[in-house]
Every structure is written in structure tokens, then in C-alpha cells.
């Protein structure tokens, strides 16, 4: 059994901290977050000449933490029911509602949450799904193009970025609608060991269009375990978010960024298709990236945690505040990932 390379020690140690945590659009068309608000936001975004604020320059970025290199297979990372799930087809129907509002209410709702400017908007999702395979490098001993492949950017020409969230520690309300009134896409990768006391906080946020994926039971280190112990945890979490939510996942990201033959053989079996890993990882105070120009790339996938002030000292609002204006400042918007694999 292939074993991938330790990650980083600062990320690992970050990671398995006490117990291991490593480091959207909307539902269909109920906004109600968004619609308590919008007649109150308009009027003041009138009376005081809000700026759209719309258009997102280039910047060079801040945020600069130190080099993850990029490796094999889960080696120097960057951080340790009803409605659609990860490959499950196209968004709800409400994604992208709030494009339709004027500059004025869309620079409001940004400025309410404490946005520089309003994101910016992803085009259209594509009619066909780009073909994806393993990012080189990332392969597996006896591996070939049937196992599901591990990537860590999604190929397209769009100038957008995939922000996905891991664990499901920190069910934090106020992410829930500060994501809906501002419809920012993201993805959920969840261990059933942090989320079955709160399967509700999850069923709202699928209802609100996220992709509920599979991040195994209880978060363990996967090629240290056996076969059969892989299959539990990977397979039996399928079961899990089936039960809970309504639908299988096709999407897995194996806890750190580790895995080995046996996790991908095992993932293919319990139904999954693709393996997204990431290229850039998000906090409240900085960016970590994977690639030596320390900078975001069209398709990138962005990693952060359902995590809040006694993990990092920010919450979730402040995590989304800081990774959203380096995203906006660099000219990307954020597309729903299950829109693209």
C-alpha cells in the first residue's frame, strides 16, 4: 500500500489539534434572508448613492503565507435528502438570484456584511462539464483512468474559483445568511462524526443549494488504515448523508489531503466520481497557497473549515470577509463546483 508524503508540519500540527479537523447558490428560489431585507436595503442604498462597486480589479494580494509545495497524492497540502448534491446535475433554481438586482441593492447587501465591493458574478455554468483527470504527480501505484481523479483545479477558461468548506465543526447561523443574501456558491465536505449532532444546520444549508460531499465518518488518517477500515469509513459515510439528505455524493476529499490506492478503489465502489483536493487555502487573517507564484488561477479550488473563534479567532463571517476580497480583488468570481465536475 502506497503511503502519500507527510503534509507540512505547521498544517498537520494545525490540523490535528486536539481532535483531527483539518484545516452555492441558493435553493429553490426561497430567499428569505434576502427578501427581509431587500426593501429596507434599497432605500438606503438610494438615499445615499451606493456605488455598485461591481467591477473587480487585478490586485497583487497580502495574503501571502508560506509555499506548500506541490507533491504526490495528499503530500504538502495547505491545511490539513432532498435539493442537489455534488454531481447531481445543474444548481437550483434560485443560483445566481441576486444577480438580478441592481448595482445599488447588490453594493448594499455587500456593505450590510462588510464587503468592499459586491462579488463579482460567474458566468453561466457550462453546458458540458469539463473532463477532469488526475493532476500529475497526484497518481497512484497501480492506478489508471477508471479510479476517480484527484485534482486540485478544475479545467476552464472562466475566471472563477471553487471555495469549498471541510469538517462541519462550526454551525454558525450567520454563515447560513450571509452566504444566501450575498450568493456565494460553496461546497461542503462533511465527517459525520462533527455534524450528527446538527444534521439540521446541514439540511438548511442544502436546502439553500449547497453540496452536501463525503469527508469520511470520524476524519482519520486513511492510509494508515485497512481495507476494511477505509470502506467503513468512506462507504458507511455514504450511507450517512443518503439517510440524512436524500442523495448519495459523488465528490470525496480524503481528511488532509491523504489517500492511497485502496482509498480511491474504495471511493469508486460506494459511488464516488471525483477526488477535489485544492490549490489554495483560506483563513480569516491569510491565504496559504500550493503554487509557487503564491496566487489564485482560473478554476483554483479553495479549501477552508467550518471552523470559528476558538479555533482561528474569527468567525465564519470573517473568514468569508477576508477570502472574498481576495478573490473580488483578483478580477475572480466563485462558481459552484458541482456545476463544473
Known amino acids: 500500500m502506497q503511503l502519500v508524503r507527510q503534509k507540512e ?19 429553490s ?37 508560506a509555499r506548500p509545495a506541490a507533491g504526490p497524492p495528499g503530500g504538502p497540502g495547505l491545511g490539513a435528502g432532498p435539493g442537489q448534491l455534488a454531481g447531481q446535475g445543474g444548481a437550483p433554481a434560485g443560483l445566481r438570484e ?30 458540458v462539464k469539463p473532463h477532469i483527470t488526475t493532476r500529475e504527480g497526484f497518481e497512484v501505484d497501480g492506478g489508471d483512468d477508471s479510479l476517480p481523479p484527484v485534482f486540485t483545479t478544475v479545467p476552464t477558461k472562466d475566471r472563477v474559483v471553487f471555495l469549498t468548506m471541510d ?29 450528527r ?23 482519520p488518517y486513511l492510509p494508515g488504515l485497512s481495507y476494511k477500515e477505509q470502506k467503513s469509513e468512506i462507504c458507511d459515510q455514504q450511507a450517512v448523508i443518503a439517510e440524512q439528505y436524500g442523495q ?19 471511493a469508486k465502489s460506494c459511488g464516488i466520481k471525483a477526488v477535489p483536493l485544492w490549490n489554495a487555502e483560506a483563513f480569516p487573517d491569510h491565504m ?21 473563534r476558538k479555533d482561528w479567532g474569527g468567525s465564519m463571517a470573517d473568514l468569508v470577509r477576508a477570502v472574498m476580497k481576495t478573490i473580488t480583488d483578483k478580477g ?9 465536475v
Open 9 to 27: 508540519k505547521l498544517t498537520m500540527k494545525r490540523s490535528r489539534s486536539g481532535t483531527p479537523r483539518p484545516g452555492g447558490g441558493r435553493g
Open 197 to 219: 449532532d446538527s444534521y439540521g444546520y446541514f439540511l438548511e444549508m442544502q436546502r439553500l443549494g449547497v453540496g452536501l460531499n463525503n469527508h469520511t465518518l470520524n476524519h
Open 167 to 195: 469538517d462541519g465543526d462550526e454551525k454558525d447561523p450567520e454563515l447560513l445568511q450571509m452566504m444566501d443574501e450575498l450568493d456565494i456558491p460553496y461546497s461542503a465536505f462533511l465527517s459525520d462524526y462533527l455534524v
Open 248 to 266: 448519495r455524493p459523488t465528490l470525496f476529499r480524503p481528511p488532509y489531503g491523504n489517500y492511497n490506492a485502496d482509498t480511491l478503489r474504495i
Open 29 to 65: 428560489g426561497r430567499h428569505r434572508p434576502v427578501c427581509a431585507v431587500l426593501a429596507a436595503l434599497l432605500v438606503a442604498a438610494v438615499c445615499s448613492g451606493c456605488a455598485s462597486g461591481a467591477g473587480g480589479q487585478s490586485g497583487d494580494g497580502d495574503e501571502h503565507g
Open 288 to 308: 496559504e497557497w500550493r503554487e509557487a507564484d503564491q496566487d489564485l488561477h482560473p478554476g483554483d479550488i479553495i479549501l477552508t473549515h467550518f471552523r470559528g
Open 332 to 340: 475572480y468570481a466563485v462558481a459552484r463546483l458541482e456545476d463544473y
Open 98 to 127: 441576486n444577480a438580478r438586482f441592481g448595482p445599488a441593492v447588490r453594493a448594499a447587501l455587500a456593505k450590510k456584511w462588510g464587503l468592499d465591493r459586491p462579488p463579482l458574478i460567474a458566468p453561466p455554468s457550462p453546458a
